[in-house]
C-alpha cells in the first residue's frame, strides 16, 4: 500500500467523533486543561456532523431551572417511567442539573432561541422542550469546539482505539484513516472522550432502494460509538433497549413539536380515538405501576413512548391503519401552519420534500404515521451504550469507579450515544455529557493515571494491515471475474449491509416481523451472525470510499452482536411496542428490574453477560398531584 | 435522489465534498464536477445545497416514494443571518416562501478562546463544576443542586 503513516503523538485528550457529545468535550477540555492537547478525530467534516448535522428545531432536554420551571429530578422521574424503570438516573440526573449551562452558552454563541413573548422565558414546546431556530445549530456548536482543540482532523474515519501496551485495559489512543487521502492515521492519547454515534441501518428500513437513506437517524450513524468501544472490551449496557420512532410516513418527520405545540393528535382509518382501548390489555401485560392512564392524564406523568407505539402497531394489525395526525384543525391557524413547515426545515427537509411531492397539504388532509425499523442509540427515548462511572456525590458503589463517564476501560471516556443508561439526553444532554467526561479526563491524567503508557509498533502495524485488508482483497479476487459484484471470495459492504439488515429484521425483531422475536429465533439469528462475522473478514472494497463503508459496518456489526445478545439475556417484554420477546410477553419486575451488562472479551469474542443493581432516586421526587392519586391507591 | 447537480451550473469547486457528512459528493473524474455518488446514504440533510455558491445542487425526493414534479429550494446567508426556503407542491397549488433565523450575531462573533480565560481555582477541579457553573445552570448565585439539596436519596430496588 502507497499510504502514508501519519502519527500525532502526546495528545492528552483525542475526541473520537465530534457531533454534539465530542464538541462539548473539545470545548471544555480546554478549560480544565489549558495547556493540554486536545485533538478531534472525525469522519465527516465537524461544521456539520453528527445527528445534528441537518440542524435542529428544539432543544428537547432543558430544565429552566432559571425560570423556576424544574428539577434534575422531575426529568430523572420522566425518563425512568418513560423507560419503563431502566435508566442510570445518577447519570440522568447529573446531566440534568448541568444541561441548561450548556443551553446559556449555545444562546451566547449566537443560536437563536425562542422566546415566551408574555413571561421572557424560552417558548417552551413541552414541558421539556424549547423551541430554536437551530439551522445552524451544529455549525455554531463546532465553532467552540474549534477554538477549543490544538487540532481538528476532519475526514479521519476512526476504526480502532489503541490499547495500551504496558497496562492492560488501558486506552492509549485510536487509529483510522483519511477518507481522502487514504493516509493511515495513528492518534497517541493519554484519554480517548468516544463521542461517535449510535446506529441506524442495522435493521432493515421500511424504505427500499434509493429511499434506503431516508432513516430516522442519520445514516452516517454506523454504531461506532459501540463498535470501537466493544471491540476494546469496554462494557456495554442496555443495548437491547432498541428505540422505535412513531413518525410521518416515508419521511420521518419529527412529531414533537405537532404533539405537543401544534396539539395535534392521532386518529385510525375510521377517525377514531384507539389508544386507550388497547391499555387494559397492555397494563396485565406491563402491570399498573408502568401504564396508569389515569394518573398520567392528571400529572405530568408521560405514557412511556414505547407503550403508544404498541397502540399503533395493534391498531394497524386489527385493519384499522393507517394511523393519522390530526393536522387540519391547527393548520387552520396561520402561524401554526407555518411553524408546522419550519419544523421539517429545520431538521427534516426530506419530510417537505415529500409532502410537496405527493402534494400532502396538512391544513387540508391528515397525514399518515407509521412506526419505524428499530434504532440502536443512546440519547433519545432509549439508553444503550457504554457502561460507565457517574459522578462521585451521586453515584452508588457499583456505579462509580474514580472518574465520571469513564467506561471500565480505564481512560476511555463516552458522551452522547455512547452512554449507557441515560436517555433523554439529546443534544444539548449529549454536548454536557462530553463535557463532564472531557473535565474527568483531565483530573484522570492530572492524577498520574495515564504515566507510563506505551504503544508497540507491532500493534500499529497490525492495525494497518487490518484497515486496508478489504482493499487487498478486492485486488486479489477482483481480477478472477470479469465484471460485475457477484464474486465467490468477497461480499462488498453494500452486499453486506443488505445481509445484516436482513437477519436483524427477521431474527432480532424488526418492522418485517412486527418487533417480534424469540429465544429460538434470537439463537438462530446469533449462528448466522457468527458465519457473517467470517464473511466480514472477507469484505472487499474498491476505492476508499468504500473503505470507509466496509469499517462502518464491521461498527454496525460488532453492535447487532450485542444487540442479539442483550436481547436473548434479557427473558421478558420490558419495551411493549419497542420490541416483544414472544417467550416472555410479560413485563417482569421481580427477576429483571435490572440493568443488563456485558462484556465480549477483545481475545475471544466470546460474550459475558451479567445483571447490575438498578438504583432510583427517592425522597422528595414526587410531584404533588401523583402523591394524592397514590394515596387513592394509584400508582 | 437525494441530491443532484446541474451541468451547466457546477464548476468543481468542491464546497459540497468538503461539508457532505455522509461522504457521498464526489468530483467526477471526466467531467470534473460533483455528482451524487451513492444516493441511497443521503439524507437529504442539505448540507451540501446550503454550501454551493452556485446553487448547483438540487434535490429530488427519494424514486421509491416520492413522484416528480415537487421543488424544495434553499439560500442560506450567513452574513444575513438567515435561511430562506421556497417550497413548490408537484401540482402547482402551493409555492411558499419561509425565512428563518440561523444566528442572533455577526458569523463566529459570539465564541471566546477558553484557553485565555482565567483559570479554574484549584479547589474547584475536585467539585463537580463545569466551566461557567455554578452561574449559567440559573442564571443567578445558586449552588449546583446536589442530591442532598434537593431532598433526594439512591436507592436499590424498585419503588415508584
Known amino acids: ?635 | 435522489m437525494p441530491t443532484f447537480v446541474y451541468m451547466t451550473r457546477c464548476d468543481g469547486c468542491g464546497q459540497c465534498v468538503d461539508i457532505c457528512p455522509s461522504d457521498i459528493m464526489h468530483i467526477d473524474k471526466t467531467l470534473r464536477r460533483a455528482y451524487n455518488i451513492e444516493p441511497n446514504m443521503c439524507w437529504e440533510c442539505y448540507s451540501c445545497v446550503k454550501a454551493c455558491p452556485h446553487n448547483a445542487i438540487d434535490v429530488r425526493g427519494y424514486a421509491d416514494f416520492a413522484p416528480l414534479g415537487h421543488s424544495v429550494r434553499v439560500n442560506r446567508d450567513e452574513e444575513k443571518g438567515t435561511i430562506a426556503w421556497r417550497i413548490k407542491f408537484r401540482n402547482g397549488k402551493k409555492d411558499m416562501d419561509l425565512l428563518a433565523p440561523i444566528t442572533t450575531k455577526p458569523w463566529g462573533s459570539g465564541h471566546y478562546d477558553l484557553a485565555s480565560v482565567p483559570a479554574p481555582a484549584k479547589d474547584t477541579v475536585n467539585t463537580e463544576l463545569l466551566y461557567n457553573e455554578p452561574k449559567y445552570v440559573a442564571m443567578n448565585d445558586n449552588a449546583l443542586m446536589t442530591l442532598e439539596s434537593n431532598g433526594l436519596e439512591i436507592k436499590e430496588g424498585v419503588y415508584y
Open chain 1, 1 to 635: 500500500m502507497g499510504y502514508k503513516t501519519i502519527i500525532e503523538d502526546d495528545i492528552d485528550i483525542l475526541v473520537a467523533g465530534a457531533g454534539l457529545g465530542g464538541t462539548g468535550a473539545a470545548f471544555e477540555a480546554r478549560y480544565w486543561g489549558q495547556n493540554k492537547k486536545i485533538v478531534i478525530a472525525e469522519k465527516a467534516n465537524i461544521d456539520r456532523s453528527g445527528a445534528v448535522a441537518q440542524g435542529l428545531y428544539a432543544i428537547n432536554c432543558y430544565m429552566g431551572t432559571r425560570f423556576g420551571e424544574n428539577n434534575p429530578e422531575d426529568h430523572v422521574r420522566y425518563a425512568r417511567i418513560d423507560l419503563m424503570g431502566m435508566v442510570r438516573e445518577d447519570l440522568a440526573f447529573d446531566m440534568a442539573r448541568h444541561v441548561d449551562s450548556a443551553v446559556h452558552q449555545f444562546e451566547e454563541w449566537g443560536l437563536p432561541i425562542m422566546r415566551n413573548t408574555k413571561t421572557g422565558a424560552y417558548l417552551r414546546e413541552g414541558r421539556w422542550q424549547i423551541m430554536i431556530h437551530g439551522e445552524s445549530y451544529k455549525p455554531i456548536v463546532a465553532e467552540a469546539a474549534k477554538k477549543s482543540a490544538d487540532k481538528v482532523f476532519n475526514r479521519v474515519c476512526v476504526t480502532h482505539l489503541l490499547m495500551d501496551d504496558a497496562k492492560e485495559n488501558r486506552v492509549a489512543g485510536a487509529v483510522g484513516f483519511n477518507v481522502r487521502t487514504g493516509n493511515y492515521h495513528v492518534f497517541k492519547s493519554k484519554t480517548v472522550v468516544c463521542g461517535a454515534g449510535g446506529a441506524s441501518n442495522i435493521f432493515k428500513p421500511r424504505s427500499v432502494g434509493e429511499g434506503a437513506g431516508r432513516v430516522w437517524y442519520a445514516p452516517w450513524s454506523s454504531g461506532s460509538a459501540y463498535g470501537l468501544m466493544i471491540e476494546a472490551g469496554a462494557k456495554m449496557t442496555q443495548m437491547e433497549n432498541r428505540i422505535v420512532l412513531a413518525r410521518f410516513k416515508d419521511g420521518y418527520g419529527p412529531v414533537g413539536a405537532y404533539f405537543l405545540h401544534l396539539k395535534t393528535y392521532t386518529q385510525n382509518c375510521n377517525g377514531e380515538e384507539y389508544e386507550s382501548k388497547w391499555f387494559p390489555a397492555l397494563q396485565k401485560m406491563v402491570g399498573i405501576e408502568y401504564l396508569d392512564p389515569e394518573a398520567s392524564h392528571t400529572t405530568h406523568r408521560p405514557i412511556p413512548t414505547c407503550l403508544r407505539n404498541h397502540a399503533i402497531i395493534n391498531e394497524v394489525n386489527a385493519g384499522r391503519g393507517p394511523i393519522h395526525m390530526v393536522t387540519m384543525e391547527a393548520f387552520q391557524d396561520p402561524h401554526l401552519e407555518e411553524i408546522g413547515w419550519h419544523n421539517f426545515l429545520g431538521m427534516t427537509v426530506g419530510q417537505a420534500v415529500l409532502w410537496a411531492a405527493t402534494d400532502v397539504d396538512p391544513k387540508y388532509e391528515n397525514p399518515e404515521l407509521t412506526t419505524s425499523e428499530p434504532y440502536v442509540m443512546g440519547s433519545h427515548a432509549t439508553g444503550c451504550g457504554a457502561w460507565c462511572s457517574g459522578p462521585e456525590d451521586v453515584s452508588p458503589d457499583e456505579y462509580f469507579w474514580g472518574y465520571n463517564r469513564m467506561t471500565t476501560v480505564e481512560g476511555l471516556f463516552g458522551a452522547g450515544d455512547a452512554v449507557g443508561g441515560t436517555p433523554h439526553a439529546f443534544s444539548s444532554g449529549s454536548f454536557t455529557e462530553g463535557r463532564l467526561a472531557a473535565k474527568a479526563a483531565c483530573k484522570y491524567i492530572d492524577d498520574g493515571k495515564a504515566e507510563g503508557i506505551m504503544v508497540s509498533e507491532a500493534q500499529i502495524a497490525r492495525r494497518k494491515e487490518e484497515i486496508y485488508k478489504p482493499l487487498e482483497t478486492y485486488t486479489v479476487g477482483r481480477n478472477e471475474i470479469v465484471a460485475g459484484s457477484v464474486n465467490p471470495n468477497y461480499i462488498n459492504p453494500r452486499q453486506g449491509l443488505d445481509r445484516l439488515q436482513k437477519m436483524m429484521d427477521e431474527y432480532c425483531g424488526g418492522f418485517g416481523v412486527n418487533y417480534m422475536t424469540n429465544d429460538k429465533l434470537l439463537s438462530i439469528g446469533l449462528k448466522k451472525m457468527a458465519i457473517f462475522g467470517e464473511d466480514l473478514e472477507k469484505i472487499a472494497a474498491s476505492d476508499i470510499h468504500e473503505l470507509l463503508r466496509a469499517w462502518e459496518l464491521k461498527h454496525r456489526y460488532l453492535t447487532s452482536e450485542s444487540v442479539f445478545q442483550h436481547t436473548l439475556f434479557r427473558k421478558e417484554t420490558r419495551w411493549p411496542g419497542y420490541y416483544y420477546r414472544g417467550d416472555a410477553m410479560k413485563l417482569d419486575d421481580e427477576n429483571w428490574h435490572v440493568l443488563t451488562v456485558s462484556r465480549r472479551d477483545p481475545k475471544t469474542g466470546e460474550y459475558t453477560m451479567e445483571k447490575a443493581p438498578l438504583y432510583h432516586l427517592v425522597g422528595d421526587i414526587e410531584d404533588e398531584d401523583l402523591a394524592k392519586l397514590k394515596a387513592q391507591g394509584h400508582h
